[in-house]
């Protein structure tokens, strides 16, 4: 277990949907990240969050937004879902220049 | 910009023989971190090693070692003593500046799926 709690761990919805995933960060993490990893795309980035405020912006898609809580967790909200959305999407946390631990991932397919 | 190159989609290894996975990168700043994760087949990111740039000795973590010439601007992921287990995908990834409490995204590459052969 990493620390980092994403839910849900599978996600199967159909276009023209909306769906929200959820992301406990680690302990004492005050940044939680978002990523997308799709087969065409690979991991790439989509939004930062530190300690409540969007600090940084990576490819994400106006159809998408997130935002965090001050409990620090974090959602990820996905609209007018499309065949190609279909990928995993990780959260992750950080608190030093180590890196991040990430989550397991939610699975989304889009149908 | 950073950017990380992994040029080998795929690599074959017997087990318990050692094997090096390919990294090179690219970026302006003189401070940065790299690091390596581990993605089986079940999906999670695992993270394996990180190597400071101003570090002046390879990091190593238990039969994880990085081979990392920053002239060559190459960070190579080096496995000893493969297990089954290993098979998976790896990716090589930069974090620039890794000092930041700011904006900090990590840039993947595009990763080499790992084999390992009985």
């Known amino acids: 277990d990493s620390g980092v709690t994403q839910t849900p761990k599978h996600l199967i919805t159909a276009t023209g949907q909306r769906v929200t995933l959820r992301c406990s960060p680690r302990s004492g993490d005050l940044s939680v990240y978002w990523y997308q990893q799709s087969l065409d795309q690979g991991l790439q980035f989509l939004i930062q969050y530190y300690n409540g405020e969007e600090r940084a912006k990576g490819n994400i898609l106006e159809r998408f937004s997130a935002q965090q809580f001050p409990d620090l967790h974090s959602e990820l909200n996905l609209s007018s879902l499309e065949l190609g959305d279909s990928a995993l999407y990780f959260c992750?946390?950080?608190?030093?220049?180590?890196?991040?631990?990430f989550g397991s991932g939610t699975r989304l397919t889009v149908v | 910009a950073q950017k990380i190159t992994q040029t080998q989609p795929g690599m074959f290894v017997q087990e318990k023989e050692a094997v090096t996975l390919d990294c090179t990168y690219d970026?302006?700043?003189?401070?940065?971190?790299l690091f390596w994760y581990k993605q089986p087949s079940s999906g999670e990111m695992i993270f394996l090693i990180y190597q400071g740039s101003y570090d002046e000795q390879n990091a190593t973590e238990g039969r994880y070692s990085l081979n990392f010439q920053k002239a060559r601007k190459s960070a190579n992921l080096v496995i000893s003593a493969s297990q089954l287990g290993d098979s998976a995908m790896y990716f090589c990834a930069i974090l620039s500046p890794p000092l930041s409490g700011s904006a900090r995204q990590l840039t993947f590459g595009s990763g080499t799926q790992l084999t390992v052969l009985p």
């Open positions: 992750a946390s950080s608190v030093d220049h180590y890196g991040y631990t």
């Open positions: 970026t302006s700043d003189q401070s940065y971190g």
